[in-house]
């Protein structure tokens, strides 16, 4: 999803230092043979084409696969280091550091050359026990429709591959769920194989608070530190603080970290144990987490803190006197502030969803979707997309019309259809969307 952390980890994984933590600190030991480069993202960059350059190769007919895999060749010859690389004798004709279309030509009209060229790699780095990674993120910026998109991704895959037998070698594409299920990127024998080793970044309720208490634990004046020790042994005690590890990171207790119920204690010792003054109101533990998820139960971690951060500066300013670090009024102000970032956010990518949202400001829901496409209809939104020459991705089934727009704002986790088949907002997209709801939090104005 969206703000899930593909795109951290696409950068924290190219650093060694990380790397190192991640072995050492976490025990990803295989990570201690890997060198990783990106072979594509948001930011321009010679190491890739970009978006005119990857159209202007698909129209002089090259392969999607192809241009993928000249992209690696390129990045592997560029990046190895000099010990490895020494040991590689590649085709001297192959026009290294020339443009991507005379490249692109090479990889196609020397397909035995390549071969060796990648076997050449791979023995290279065996007999150094190393492994190059090749990382790729952002790949909505590869196409400005959904069909070219598709096809770039459906390249990179195939290319992925083509190379699964050069275990030395490896490629991570970073993807959104929307650019993955329910399409056709992965209409080729044996994708299969490929999806098997997928991995989705999941944010769990006890992951958001583990985050929450590392952020305190972590990025804390000393005095303010020591607080929140004292407060975590107070839930589990004790013995001594919490040491920092040999990278200087202190640790959350580990049974805190695993066990919710001694979380939600944690929790409710700054929050109080109610979201409001008695037992007949929600608690804070769960609350927070339900009003920021999407329709489809997702909670993107900077939502979370964002709403944890407005919440502690609401309290200080509106409540100094609370009995507790975060009031439950200020907690409602936090999700209107995550809800505001989390559109913002979701605008970046899909510019087209305050137009479409804009007409149904006032409305409350659960709504019938009748509704919904009257307002659509009587603004004419739904024309002024059509004809827009925006170069992002514009909605997916938007040739279908309303219904088809609906179905995507349903893909999205923006919408969600109710079992009595009217269409509800949940709140992390609501408020800021300006709708009501009876009893939710309010929209913001």
């Not at 600190?25 to 060198?35: K, P, T």
């Not at 050359?113 to 990674?133: C, G, P, S, T, Y």
């Not at 803190?305 to 507790?324: F, L, N, S, W």
Request: charged share 30%; hydrophobic share 40%; with cysteine.
């Amino acid at each position: 999803m969206r703000g899930a952390g593909k795109t951290f980890w696409w950068r924290a994984i190219q650093h060694a230092e990380n790397r190192k933590y991640l072995v050492e600190g976490a025990a990803l030991f295989e990570l201690d043979r890997v060198d990783a480069w990106a072979c594509f993202g948001e930011q321009p960059d010679e190491a890739w084409p970009d978006r005119d350059e990857l159209a202007r190769l698909a129209d002089r007919g090259f392969a999607h696969r192809l241009v993928w895999k000249t992209v690696v060749l390129q990045r592997l010859w560029q990046t190895l280091p000099e010990e490895i690389g020494a040991q590689v004798k590649l085709p001297s004709e192959f026009p290294f550091a020339k443009r991507w279309e005379e490249q692109c030509r090479w990889v196609a009209e020397h397909p035995s050359e390549v071969k060796q060229a990648f076997i050449a790699f791979n023995e290279a780095l065996k007999r150094q026990d190393r492994q190059w990674m090749g990382l790729f993120d952002a790949l909505d910026r590869t196409a400005s429709s959904w069909r070219e998109m598709d096809q770039w991704i459906q390249g990179l895959l195939m290319c992925v591959q083509d190379l699964e037998h050069f275990y030395q070698i490896r490629l991570k594409c970073f993807l959104r769920t929307d650019q993955l299920e329910g399409r056709n990127v992965t209409d080729f024998p044996d994708s299969s194989k490929i999806l098997a080793r997928s991995i989705e970044l999941q944010w769990t309720r006890r992951d958001l608070y583990n985050l929450f208490w590392h952020y305190l634990l972590n990025f804390s004046l000393e005095e303010e530190r020591r607080a929140v020790e004292e407060l975590l042994f107070s839930v589990v005690p004790l013995a001594g603080r919490t040491l920092p590890d040999e990278f200087g990171v202190h640790r959350i207790p580990e049974k805190i970290a695993r066990e919710e119920e001694l979380q939600r204690k944690a929790f409710h010792e700054l929050t109080g144990p109610y979201m409001g003054t008695d037992h007949r109101k929600a608690y804070p533990y769960t609350w927070l987490v339900n009003h920021l998820s999407d329709a489809m139960g997702r909670v993107s971690p900077r939502s979370f803190i964002v709403a944890i951060r407005e919440a502690a500066k609401d309290t200080a300013e509106e409540h100094p006197d609370h009995d507790y670090a975060l009031h439950y009024n200020s907690i409602k102000k936090g999700v209107q502030q995550a809800s505001r970032r989390r559109v913002d956010e979701l605008a970046e990518d899909y510019p087209w969803i305050h137009q479409l949202m804009a007409p149904l400001e006032g409305l409350s829901v659960p709504v019938e979707f009748g509704e919904i496409e009257r307002r659509w209809l009587n603004d004419g939104v739904l024309d002024r997309l059509s004809a827009s020459k925006e170069e992002r991705l514009p909605p997916e089934h938007l040739e279908d019309g309303a219904q088809g727009v609906c179905e995507d704002l349903l893909n999205l986790g923006i919408f969600r259809q109710i079992r009595d088949g009217r269409i509800d907002l949940p709140d992390i997209y609501r408020v800021a969307f300006g709708l009501g709801r009876k009893g939710g939090v309010r929209p913001v104005k």
